[in-house]
């Protein structure tokens, strides 16, 4: 018990002290495990292959997720796929694949049934998402509330990952218990922070997908050179 409670304020400090280090760092996805702790991290990586045949249309699939982490699968799906319309011409996002998936009669955990979604639906790559210990952590005078998301897109004529990156993001309240008025403006304050954390959760997800969709090159630029090099 006292193990726990020391990592928990060992967490807080460190958590506190990231207020005053708010950039965003971009590394090679390779060296994202060895992160500043005070720094917000996004590791990427870009193929080659990604240029060579961009894709035009991508596909969001499922939350790869155990059961626990069922009730984050909508705010993610539909937020990447908010987010990632803004660098493809086509996406496809959970409420037209479940629909396509239905029609089409396929069992999309079933690779071989995914492509053929993917062929009906003429869309070229798969966009998969992983979170990384996502949920809130709770202290009388301090809360916080991160998700870490790894998101990877594949080809799908061969599985290539073309692209993929990593973050995590974070929201916290409340503060050290430097004394008794802290105590009770920080408990006050921590209370209050966990009775929103559907609304601080939603604002988390959003923060994480668009620092890592930021890392993504504009394919419809390169759409729009393709069709204006062949007039």
């Known amino acids: 018990m006292t193990k726990r409670l020391y990592s928990l304020g060992a967490l807080l400090i460190v958590t506190l002290l990231l207020g005053a280090c708010a950039g965003t760092r971009y590394v090679p996805y390779k060296e994202g495990e060895e992160q500043d702790v005070l720094s917000r991290t996004?590791?990427?990586?870009?193929?080659?292959?990604?240029?060579?045949?961009?894709p035009d249309c991508v596909l969001v699939m499922p939350l790869e997720a155990d059961g626990s982490q069922a009730p984050y699968a909508r705010l993610v799906e539909s937020e990447l796929s908010r987010q990632l319309k803004g660098k493809f011409n086509r996406?496809?996002?959970?409420?037209?694949?479940?629909?396509?998936?239905?029609?089409?009669?396929?069992?999309?955990?079933?690779p071989d049934d995914r492509r053929v979604l993917a062929k009906s639906?003429?869309?070229?790559?798969?966009?998969f998402t992983k979170l990384i210990d996502p949920g809130p952590t709770y202290l009388l005078v301090w809360s916080q509330v991160s998700v870490g998301m790894d998101v990877r897109l594949e080809r799908v004529t061969d599985g290539r990952v073309l692209w993929r990156a990593r973050t995590e993001a974070s929201r916290s309240k409340g503060g050290l218990p430097l004394s008794p008025?802290?105590?009770?403006?920080?408990?006050?304050?921590?209370?209050?922070?966990?009775?929103?954390?559907?609304?601080?959760?939603?604002?988390?997800?959003?923060?994480?997908?668009?620092?890592?969709?930021?890392?993504?090159?504009?394919?419809?630029?390169?759409?729009?050179?393709?069709?204006?090099?062949?007039r």
């Open 121 to 127: 639906l003429n869309c070229h790559a798969f966009v």
């Open 181 to 230: 008025f802290s105590i009770l403006a920080n408990g006050f304050s921590s209370v209050r922070f966990a009775a929103d954390e559907a609304d601080v959760t939603a604002s988390v997800i959003s923060d994480a997908v668009r620092r890592i969709v930021r890392t993504l090159p504009d394919a419809r630029v390169f759409e729009t050179a393709r069709q204006q090099n062949r």
């Open 91 to 110: 996406v496809i996002g959970p409420v037209e694949r479940r629909m396509a998936s239905r029609a089409q009669a396929v069992d999309i955990s079933n």
């Open 42 to 54: 996004v590791a990427y990586e870009i193929d080659r292959e990604f240029y060579v045949n961009i």
